[in-house]
């Protein structure tokens, strides 16, 4: 099953995102966001950058990491293929350290489908139920 | 089940419910209204009516549809100093708007040269990702005074012409901007992004006069049929997005701070008077004004474009600006209220501001005849100019529509599109189209948007804005 999936959504664009656990499903929304800016597997996991990052909920956080991603895309060129995701609770907040792979953006093999402006917290509730996380995320674009 | 009571043929009054401090007032007609009712857009409106200090109603255009938090066409207005400021009542893309050029060329005149100049203005105005000039690049200092002074500072540098002030918003600069409460993000996000369209929705568009429905006003828009008129959709790029994402992180904990309960946390707000309400103003101002200034400099490189493929000198073109609006804003704006008076922060998310005649926010030149509204449709039919009214200002904070809104998600027009040749399709619509991305161009097919005639004629039937003219669209450079 792919860890994420596109659904309809009149203006902008909506993914569900799942994993095993909620590190994973933040690895399937990197995915998810590359796969929304070009086709993800034109990218090949070439570079490694560590994202260190911190929130309030998990639900902050998993928007907050989106949107560093998107800032890493637009800023320094960085596709991302995939990550890999470790999440710790940290007093009252989330800590979220990753690898993130991925190769700086080539207009000539990555032929872009949409730029987007920002992830959003649109109806964001991340959800476990029986070892499996779920949550839809929607991106401004 | 929430009560919809008719006004007339034209206005929805949504009453006031628990939470709500006012009515919400939907402007649509009877076949809008049954549209509008199948998502969530009017729960939105009724949400809006819980921002603290919100004067007089929560509006909704005709061309609403469902946003984040607040609906996309929608209008609030809220006391400047007891009531408060929503990122999510401007957006992401701050300053997202409209620039509206006119020339002294005719359709027939340029007809020849169409396809030259659609591809002109193709090189010289970048799209799509990672595009920009290298002719243009901004240091901190340079950036900097983008953000202070807007379209002002594009005029200053030869981008543009002193006259091009007089018709934009503000005149292209909006006041309390302070660039110290940009983030260094936000920053390295803009600086290469200046005078770039960027993608999805936004265009800029060759068209020319298919009607005019007011003489009068019209020609005091400087409009006549089958002229020649340019169209500019873009916002402030990704140091706009930027700034929205960096305040909408603050919110969440102001709102919590302040004690402000709220229906959706997307409304996140502050108090207009708080550090957060403020800092939030300092830095949309900022980002807005990089906006102006986006357009402005792209409007300069059109009409080089126009210039230099007919071989003209730019003056020669008669391009000039009939005007620039703003269609994501927070502004401080005063209204007569209840015959009083009263300083307030409109909020305008996906809608424009239309001022009446005589209004002093409306250009000199248009004294008699009121502010132009443009009113942008999608790609293959038309767009629409409209004029402010006095009936605006009364009702709606002199605000109306600012476009025709999606009828399909993109998935269903990417499917709708599959084995067509839209490049095609609209070349025998006699619209040429360049873009960056094919499925940009599949997503923002003309059946993928509403009819935007439907949205003006309930803006002109509910007296709100005045049609004017209509504008058809023969060249598209896209995203």
Redesign the interface.
């Known amino acids: 099953m792919s860890p994420y999936r596109?659904i309809?959504?009149?203006?902008d664009?909506a993914a569900d995102l799942t994993g095993r656990s909620a590190a994973e499903l933040f690895a399937s929304a990197a995915q998810a966001l590359t796969d929304t800016?070009t086709d993800r597997v034109r990218v090949s996991p070439i570079t490694t950058e560590r994202v260190q990052m911190d929130s309030?909920s998990l639900e902050?956080l998993l928007v907050?990491w989106l949107?560093e991603l998107l800032?890493r895309f637009?800023?320094r060129?960085l596709l991302v293929a995939d990550a890999d995701v470790a999440l710790r609770p940290d007093g009252d907040r989330w800590h979220l350290d990753a690898a993130v792979r991925g190769e700086p953006?080539d207009?000539a093999r990555h032929?872009?489908?949409?730029?987007v402006?920002?992830a959003?917290?649109?109806s964001l509730q991340l959800v476990e139920r029986d070892g499996h996380w779920s949550a839809t995320i929607?991106f401004?674009? | 089940m929430a009560r919809i009571e008719q006004v007339d043929a034209y206005r929805y009054r949504l009453p006031r419910e628990e939470g709500m401090l006012v009515d919400g007032m939907v402007y649509a007609d009877e076949r809008m209204m049954r549209d509008i009712q199948k998502d969530e857009s009017l729960q939105q409106v009724r949400n809006v009516a819980h921002l603290p200090g919100i004067v007089r109603a929560s509006i909704a255009m005709p061309d609403i549809h469902w946003g984040y938090g607040f609906p996309i066409g929608g209008v609030a207005a809220t006391d400047a100093d007891e009531g408060v400021v929503s990122p999510g009542g401007v957006g992401y893309d701050i300053n997202c708007g409209v620039r509206l050029l006119r020339s002294t060329l005719t359709r027939e005149e340029i007809a020849p040269r169409l396809e030259s100049i659609v591809a002109a203005m193709y090189r010289n105005v970048p799209t799509g990702v990672g595009a920009h000039r290298r002719d243009l690049r901004l240091t901190g200092g340079d950036l900097r005074h983008v953000l202070e002074k807007g379209a002002g500072w594009a005029v200053s540098q030869g981008l543009g012409r002193a006259e091009d002030l007089d018709t934009v918003e503000e005149r292209g600069c909006i006041a309390g901007a302070d660039p110290d409460l940009v983030s260094e993000r936000a920053e390295e996000r803009g600086r290469t992004q200046l005078g770039t369209l960027g993608s999805g929705n936004h265009f800029a568009e060759m068209q020319y006069v298919a009607e005019v429905y007011d003489e009068r006003i019209a020609a005091a828009f400087g409009l006549f049929a089958n002229q020649i008129t340019v169209m500019i959709h873009s916002g402030s790029r990704g140091l706009g997005h930027q700034v929205c994402t960096d305040h909408l992180r603050v919110m969440g904990d102001a709102s919590r701070r302040y004690g402000i309960t709220l229906p959706d946390r997307q409304l996140a707000c502050a108090p207009i008077a708080s550090p957060e309400g403020r800092a939030y103003l300092a830095a949309m101002a900022a980002a807005a004004n990089f906006a102006f200034a986006n357009r402005q400099v792209m409007a300069h490189w059109v009409r080089e474009s126009v210039a230099g493929v007919l071989g003209l000198a730019p003056d020669r073109t008669g391009i000039a600006t009939v005007y620039d609006v703003c269609h994501n804003i927070a502004k401080f704006e005063t209204f007569s209220v209840d015959g009083r008076s009263r300083r307030l922060c409109v909020h305008r998310k996906g809608a424009t501001r239309a001022y009446p005649p005589n209004h002093p926010g409306t250009p000199a030149a248009y004294r008699d005849v009121g502010q132009p509204v443009l009113i942008p449709g999608d790609m293959g039919r038309y767009s629409y100019v409209m004029a402010g009214t006095d009936r605006a200002l009364d009702e709606t904070f002199g605000s109306a529509c600012h476009g025709a809104g999606r009828v399909m998600s993109r998935g269903e027009a990417k499917r709708a599109v599959k084995g067509r040749s839209l490049f095609d399709e609209m070349k025998q619509r006699g619209v040429h189209v360049m873009a960056a991305g094919v499925a940009t161009v599949a997503e923002e097919m003309p059946e993928a948007y509403k009819d935007v005639s439907d949205v003006v004629n309930v803006v002109h039937g509910a007296g709100i804005a005045t049609r004017v003219a209509q504008l058809r669209p023969i060249g598209v450079i896209k995203g």
């Open positions: 596109f309809d959504h009149t203006a664009v800016l309030g902050d907050d949107n800032y637009e800023v060129n953006f207009p032929p872009i489908r949409v730029l402006k920002s959003t917290y649109h929607v401004d674009i």
